[in-house]
């Protein structure tokens, strides 16, 4: 069984730091493909990062570009969201979401994780 665990989450002021982190276990990790999606209330659910099996592949948002960035730890089942120079519109719930042997473009995502809250003061 998959389990998508996040965490790392909370409150920063606006440009401060916050780093997410997604474990992703019960499967071979290098076969996930996986991504981050953030939510506010009242709106849809929307990409920010994603990250190929390898890490050679990754994509951002356009708002995000610069300022995020994902990695991956194959050793430690775990991807990285390092997200710098935070702004109030960052804020949100952040999910982690995983394919297993697919892309991170194949947004019908297999696994997801529960979110986390970040917040961000201005």
């Known amino acids: 069984q998959v389990h998508v665990e996040e965490s790392g989450g909370g409150l920063v002021q606006a440009g401060g730091s916050l780093r997410l982190s997604c474990v992703v276990s019960?499967?071979?990790?290098?076969?996930?493909?996986i991504c981050w999606l953030r939510q506010v209330p009242g709106k849809e659910r929307e990409f920010v990062a994603g990250i190929g099996q390898s890490g050679g592949e990754v994509n951002y948002a356009d708002s995000v570009k610069g300022r995020f960035t994902i990695s991956r730890d194959n050793a430690k089942n775990t991807v990285y969201l390092q997200m710098n120079n935070l702004k109030p519109e960052d804020a949100a719930v952040y999910y982690c979401a995983a394919n297993f042997l697919r892309r991170i473009s194949q947004s019908n995502y297999d696994y997801w994780g529960q979110g986390l809250q970040v917040a961000v003061s201005s």
């Open positions: 019960g499967r071979t990790f290098s076969s996930f493909a």
